[in-house]
């Protein structure tokens, strides 16, 4: 059907050398540093999402505001990164779905967190492939200008950027294999109210999390401080009342010696909920996570290794395992979705067939290409690397539950 063309290349070359590290990144990641000491000494302890969100996002020297962390080269690689195999699955999956409601026009695909880009051009050739672009658009929700770079230079010949800080769309141009116009938001919130196919792979792991923690008290909350003794360094501490965060969040049922919650995720899976029931539309949502069952999984990744999340704040990826039960009872709370899995990915790429494209890209492989592809495929289904923790979760409206009784969504049953 499709070449294998870089399913082999993100493999054999992985390189990853056209972007290097931001000249001022030391200087910007010092300053971040030195901004939440300030901010601790000047309010007390903060919460971990709060950290969170300002070692990866502060425009100062947030982690994901400057660097290229995906491949051998960063922090982590991603399934899109290691097959294009992986992004033709889920083009399947949303053209499988799509086709069920009558395909209708016009239509978006909304990604966030594109990272490389590398899902958004495998997900756009498959739909070229079966000419179903017509009166498509894309959506890309990136927060960092430096990965929109990435993704532009990927996506399209060339890019315009907005000179007003405040226009939503901040960079727009059309893609390289089709003109599908292409536009990107830092927020979801601006994207058009018109029908969806909304992916977002190992973005909820990256929104802020808090953590809480069983004490002879109950639960109290588990906040960041700075360390009195160590020059800029942080520490963990207990806070000594009941946070917000944790009369809101605490179930009366809870058992667990720890637990986290973000609210960001439940507000977000919450809106796109909504506007799959008043737009139209389908969501996939691919993550590592648990099913309510996690208990102290947020950590730091530097250079393909656990890291201390304290330390050097926004040289490293900090992240949290995904609570799928929490994301789909937050999804379907109102009535406007249907949500099916989480499912493992192992299990959903299986149901794609995935195999059936092993073997047919093998076909015309050599045998570099073809150690290649077998690479990519154990790494994304094999059940002691991705296959098991990572998971899919799909969201549609409701409104379609006869049809979905009759034909059942693809990859989770
Ligand atoms: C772990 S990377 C995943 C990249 C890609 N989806 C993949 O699977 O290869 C997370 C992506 O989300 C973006 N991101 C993180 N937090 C964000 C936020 N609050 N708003 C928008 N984009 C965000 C990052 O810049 C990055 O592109």
């Known amino acids: 059907m499709f070449l294998a063309r870089r399913t082999l290349l993100r493999l054999s070359n992985l390189k990853y050398s056209y972007y290097t590290v931001n000249q001022n990144l030391e200087k910007s990641q010092y300053d971040l540093a030195k901004s939440l000491y300030a901010k601790i000494k000047a309010t007390g302890p903060i919460t971990i999402a709060d950290y969170m969100k300002e070692v990866l996002i502060n425009p100062l020297g947030g982690y994901y505001i400057h660097k290229d962390m995906l491949g051998e080269s960063g922090d982590f690689v991603t399934s899109p990164e290691l097959s294009q195999i992986f992004g033709e699955m889920i083009a399947i999956w949303f053209l499988n779905e799509w086709s069920k409601v009558g395909s209708p026009k016009p239509f978006q695909i909304v990604e966030l967190g594109p990272g490389k880009g590398s899902l958004c051009q495998d997900i ?94 109950g639960y ?18 207990m806070a000594n009342h009941e946070t917000p965060a944790l009369k809101l969040f605490l179930n009366k049922n809870e058992t667990r010696e720890e637990f986290e919650v973000s609210p960001q995720s439940l507000v977000l899976v919450k809106d ?6 008043e737009d139209g539309g389908l969501a996939l949502i691919g993550d590592y996570g648990h099913e309510g069952e996690g208990t102290d999984t947020f950590r730091a990744y530097k250079k393909h290794k656990q890291h201390d999340p304290l330390l050097e704040p926004g040289t490293a990826d ?14 379907i709370e109102e009535g406007k979705v249907l949500a099916f899995g989480p499912t493992s990915q192992r299990d959903f790429l299986l149901r794609m067939g995935i195999e059936h494209r092993v073997k047919n890209l093998g076909e015309a492989a050599n045998e570099e290409q073809m150690k290649s592809i077998r690479f990519g495929f154990d790494m994304m289904t094999d059940p002691a690397k991705m296959g098991t923790r990572f998971k899919f979760l799909s969201l549609l409206p409701s409104v379609l539950k006869d049809i979905l009784q009759k034909v059942p969504v693809v990859g989770f049953h």
């Open 124 to 217: 756009l050739r498959v739909f070229k492939h079966f000419q179903a672009l017509k009166e498509a658009s894309v959506c890309l929700v990136e927060i960092s200008p430096f990965l929109s770079d990435i993704q532009a230079r990927k996506l399209c010949a060339q890019t315009i950027l907005s000179k007003n800080e405040d226009d939503p769309v901040y960079r727009q141009g059309t893609s390289i294999t089709h003109s599908t116009p292409i536009k990107w938001y830092r927020d979801l919130k601006n994207v058009p109210n018109i029908f969806t196919l909304l992916i977002a792979h190992e973005f909820f792991d990256a929104l802020p999390i808090h953590k809480f923690r069983k004490t002879d008290l």
């Open 220 to 237: 109290r909350e588990v906040l960041i401080d700075i360390d009195k003794t160590k020059n800029m360094t942080f520490r963990y501490v």
């Open 272 to 277: 796109i909920a909504t506007r799959l029931e």
């Open 318 to 331: 900090l992240t949290a395992d995904v609570d799928f039960s929490a994301l789909k009872n937050a999804a």
